[in-house]
């Protein structure tokens, strides 16, 4: 007997779960994102016609960019591997820049590619070396200068 469409749905999402971490938002998202693609490409099937992926979309639908960015990893939304930090060698595999990135998920400009503890250790290490005392020293006598 062929399984159902559920069935199937719920081995895919198990499988997945086995692989990596999820939290309880995702699972319900990519449950229902695995079964609606089951569900049309079954109803293709039927049909006889050709099911295609939209134009632009990408291969992680199932998580908000804004979720993307997690304490201990970063998640790429264009291929779902996780990262400490999304590169720029890795953006440009997916002919992206980290300004191109930010601007296709809705990120802000001056948020960071990368996991929020890393973000934080890098704030900490920057101010214990002085850097903001000292930018404002620089940006002080620029401003004197004119």
């Known amino acids: ?3 159902s ?3 199937m749905t719920a081995e895919i999402i198990q499988s997945q779960i086995s692989s990596k971490q999820m939290n309880l938002d995702e699972i319900k998202v990519a449950l229902n994102d695995t079964f609606q693609t089951l569900k049309a490409l079954q109803d293709a099937e039927a049909t ?3 099911v295609e992926q939209p134009e632009g979309a990408s291969t992680v639908p199932f998580l908000d960019p804004k979720k993307s960015i ?3 990893k970063i998640i790429c939304m264009e291929c779902g591997q996780e990262f400490k930090m999304l590169s720029p060698k890795h953006l440009s595999s997916h002919g992206l820049d ?3 990135y930010r601007k296709k998920y809705g990120l802000s400009a001056r948020q960071p590619l990368c996991s929020k503890a890393l973000s934080e250790k890098r704030s900490q290490s920057g101010k214990e070396r002085g850097l903001p005392e000292n930018l404002r020293k620089y940006l002080d006598s620029r401003s004197a200068k004119k």
């Open 5 to 7: 469409l559920v069935e």
């Open 1 to 3: 007997m062929a399984k």
């Open 48 to 50: 006889g016609a050709d």
């Open 70 to 72: 997690q304490r201990n």
């Open 98 to 100: 980290s300004r191109s």
